[in-house]
């Protein structure tokens, strides 16, 4: 059994990072799939524990209606901060 399977997270977040870091994330999933894949490694989180953090998942990507969401890896943003006067529009 590979290593990352037996990675137990002791938060909803922690866990979510797992599989992205696993590249779970690389296609689109219901959060369905996500409580079966989590489940196999020991991990149980309640709905509305793994609803808030899947929200929160700045590296996800949502698409779909309410109880019919999937969530794909986040396309790579820069972390550089932009000058104020850069987000607003207005030249230098």
């Known amino acids: 059994m590979a290593n990352s399977i037996k990675r137990v997270a002791k938060s909803a977040p922690e866990a979510l990072n797992h599989l992205w ?5 690389r296609a689109w ?3 369905g799939a ?9 991990n ?3 709905a509305p524990e793994l609803g808030m953090a899947l929200v929160r998942a700045r590296f996800l ?30 030249g230098l």
């Open 21 to 25: 870091q696993e590249g779970f994330f």
């Open 29 to 31: 999933r219901k959060k």
């Open 34 to 42: 996500m409580d079966d894949h989590l489940a196999k490694r020991g």
């Open 44 to 46: 149980h989180f309640s």
């Open 61 to 90: 990507t949502r698409k779909g209606g309410h109880g019919n969401y999937e969530y794909i890896q986040a396309p790579f943003r820069s972390r550089r901060k932009t000058a104020p006067r850069e987000r607003e529009g207005i």
